[in-house]
């Protein structure tokens, strides 16, 4: 069976997105083989060659699967459909990878949406909440599926190797708790809020005094964009500062780190004891860094928010505590009660770490990945009945209000559509 | 004095910081136009201090619904504000932060209503860069005191030491300038000494987007901003960024033992707030200058530049 893999040749700016797209095309290079794979180049621009349309064409390729964040795959299909006489071909199955940002782009999804109807068509999110999230923009529920980005087992795996020579480097105890947050420093992801809980663990002596939170990654401006809030450079950076230094007895606890390379990350992952994140990001659909780190065989304290809530083992539920999150009117409200209990479970916890990572890898590597995938290209499913009523008014919003669709006119609050639609992240 | 202000920072409130107001107001179209033109170097960015150029503000009534302003202005429009204001007017009670370099320019009258600051490097050490950004506008306040050819004047010896160089320098017309310099050729001339100076292989940048990339590519480096004069903006956005990214600037950063505040902006950056030494006051040569002359109602930036006895002055004084 030919099938075309569409995607960006040049890799993104969003370098999480780049990993994934990458790991993805290993997955499904496993399932088809290199020789029954053609690769087609869509840039970010939106470019593509007719060359290669025709290619798809001559080779009778069975299935058109779209693996990166960007474009939508809106151009390429209106192409494809003219080249195809006016009317994609039914002999092909359209697959198409949903990443977090889908809500930015409904105008486009409808289009798309437009020229598969009548179509075998699938969408795969990377996570069950992801799936039942999109789902609802669909007629069918059947056409969404959940398969996780895939994590390289030769890029994070267990190996202590380096710990103490990371420890040694962010000065942090030998014996010390090791908290980590790795990803953009944003105010969604709620950094301030993890500091103020972070301390608060150590007022109430949940953790030991010599217990350090490490933050790796670069501050952005983005605020929250459905409510057009945006922070101006540096701000975000003098609110957590602030934050920390509310403590200065606590100061010396917090480690902000720039950016790590990739190929650093899981020796740091290595040399710390949980990953920590209580954000509430509204295009969570994974959280790369999270499947990452859990692959070390690292337990894990997040939300229950979106895409955090598939970071658990079925053998090994314990390792994963969930903070609840429920829908607030600018901000999703984290029950803060909750996150020291959570800590406090999780570093009670006594196990083999090789052995979660083993485990742990058996359901995010990308032979795991390349599984599912596998099991959803051979799912028959019926042919692409079109948008459902949701994503129709949705849409209507977004063509007036653009990122805005979710705001209330009235108010600086999330407005009905949003609490519809985005229920399915904390349910 | 510091004590005000670090209160005033720690108790700020979001709606005692313009720039979160989302509201352009100028005093005039020509400021907002050269604040257009002047992008990058005129970013806006975040700071309880609130950050901002005096012309950003229609009047001093403006002015006075803030607690404190950061004037971003280079020599122009701080001079420019204590000729009007030589005393604080009774519509206004701000505090202001005004350059350290021009400390020179703050009246006695002032005292305990301004303080100095100065952006700078929290990194104490530097590695060895081989990358060298250097950023500036070919304009002619750029070049009011330092000539074209002093602009490298003893850093060549560090710039040898770079293998790459990339230059900033966006083509941007002299705004200050007579109309029959406005075209004149300071970009050309910024241009053919920068060659000189630097090599023939520097990489020379029109748009911020390129100089950016390349930016991005580097993990070490040094910068340096040909705008010495600060005639227009002290405080300028491509400073904090390379700051912010770590770079090591190339002149060199004296370190204060004075007391003052620190406020960090970033893991790389700071900002120093100091108190002001009112015996280096040199406001009476410019104020008497122009009370002799006559202040006019029309006085502004733009005619403080064209003054021959505010250049002359300036270049004894700064």
Redesign the interface.
């Known amino acids: 069976m030919k099938v075309a893999l569409v995607y960006a040749f040049k890799e993104s700016d969003w370098f999480s997105c780049t990993v994934i797209t990458k790991n993805l095309i290993k997955a499904y290079t496993k399932i088809f083989g290199e020789e029954n794979i053609l690769h087609v180049n869509y840039t970010y621009e939106r470019e593509f060659k007719a060359e290669d349309l025709k290619k798809i064409q001559d080779t009778k390729v069975e299935k058109i699967i779209f693996v990166d964040h960007k474009p939508t795959p809106v151009n390429f299909l209106k192409a494809l459909k003219k080249a195809d006489g006016d009317e994609l071909s039914s002999d092909r199955e359209y697959i198409i990878h949903v990443f977090g940002d889908f809500p930015l782009y409904l105008t486009e999804w409808r289009s798309v949406a437009e020229a598969t109807e009548g179509k075998k068509v699938k969408y795969i999110c990377a996570s069950e909440k992801q799936k039942n999230f999109v789902s609802q923009f669909f007629k069918q529920k059947d056409i969404v599926f959940h398969s996780p980005f895939p994590v390289s087992p030769e890029e994070f795996y267990f190996d202590d190797s380096k710990r103490s020579e990371i420890r040694k480097k962010l000065r942090v105890d030998e014996d010390a708790k090791l908290f980590i947050f790795t990803g953009r420093l944003s105010y969604q992801k709620r950094i301030v809020d993890l500091v103020e809980s972070f301390y608060d663990a150590l007022d109430k002596q949940v953790v030991p005094k010599n217990s350090k939170l490490l933050l790796v990654g670069p501050?952005d401006s983005l605020g929250m964009v459905y409510l057009g809030q945006s922070?101006?450079?540096?701000?975000y950076?003098?609110l957590v500062?602030r934050a920390i230094h509310t403590r200065p007895e606590y100061v010396e606890n917090i480690i902000?780190h720039?950016p790590l390379k990739h190929e650093e990350l899981n020796d740091y992952y290595n040399a710390s004891d949980v990953f920590f994140s209580i954000g509430t990001y509204h295009d969570e659909d994974y959280g790369m860094s999270v499947a990452e780190a859990f692959c070390t065989g690292m337990p894990l304290v997040l939300t229950n928010w979106a895409g955090y809530f598939s970071f658990k083992n079925p053998e090994k539920l314990e390792l994963t505590e969930f903070i609840p999150v429920k829908l607030g009117e600018r901000l999703p409200i984290i029950n803060k009660e909750s996150i020291n209990p959570a800590i406090s479970k999780i570093l009670q916890l006594s196990f083999d770490r090789k052995e979660v990572s083993i485990s742990n890898l058996k359901y995010f590597s990308i032979d795991a990945c390349a599984d599912f995938l596998k099991e959803i290209s051979e799912t028959n499913v019926g042919n692409f009945a079109g948008r459902s009523e949701i994503m129709i008014r949705i849409t209507n919003e977004n063509v007036f209000k653009y990122f805005e669709m979710f705001k209330k006119d009235t108010d600086l609050a999330f407005n009905k559509l949003y609490t519809e639609v985005y229920q399915a992240y904390v349910e | 004095m510091l004590n005000k202000i670090n209160n005033l920072i720690e108790n700020f409130d979001k709606n005692e910081i313009s720039y979160k107001k989302m509201i352009n107001r100028f005093k005039d179209g020509k400021f907002e136009k050269l604040f257009a033109e002047r992008f990058p170097f005129t970013e806006r960015y975040f700071f309880e201090g609130n950050p901002s150029f005096s012309y950003e503000y229609k009047d001093v009534f403006d002015m006075g619904r803030y607690p404190v302003i950061m004037l971003r202005d280079g020599f122009l429009g701080i001079l420019d504000f204590f000729l009007t204001h030589p005393k604080p007017s009774e519509d206004m009670s701000t505090n202001l932060l005004i350059p350290k370099q021009f400390e020179g320019l703050v009246p006695t009258f002032w005292k305990d209503r301004v303080a100095l600051y100065e952006v700078k490097t929290r990194k104490v050490a530097f590695e060895k860069s081989k990358t060298l950004f250097v950023h500036g506008v070919g304009v002619e306040e750029t070049f009011w005191k330092n000539p074209c050819e002093t602009l490298y004047a003893g850093l060549e010896e560090k710039i040898s030491q770079f293998d790459e160089i990339h230059c900033f320098f966006p083509t941007r017309t002299s705004t200050f300038s007579l109309p029959k310099d406005r075209f004149v050729n300071f970009h050309i001339d910024l241009l053919k000494h920068s060659f000189k100076t630097l090599g023939n292989d520097i990489n020379v940048h029109e748009t911020f987007d390129t100089y950016n990339t390349a930016l991005k590519a580097s993990d070490k480096f040094s910068f340096f901003n040909v705008d010495k004069s600060k005639v227009f903006i002290s405080d300028n956005f491509i400073d904090h960024l390379m700051l912010k990214l770590g770079g090591e600037d190339l002149r060199d950063q004296i370190e204060s033992h004075e007391e003052k505040l620190e406020f960090n902006l970033s893991l790389n950056h700071k900002i120093e707030i100091t108190n002001v030494d009112f015996s280096k006051s040199v406001f009476n040569n410019f104020y008497l200058k122009q009370r002799l002359k006559g202040r006019k109602s029309d006085a502004s930036i733009y005619k403080l530049f064209l003054d021959a006895d505010v250049k002359k002055e300036f270049e004894k004084q700064f």
């Not at chain 1, 922070?231 to 701000?235: D, M, V």
């Open positions: 501050f922070f101006l450079s540096g701000e950076f003098r500062d902000i720039d």
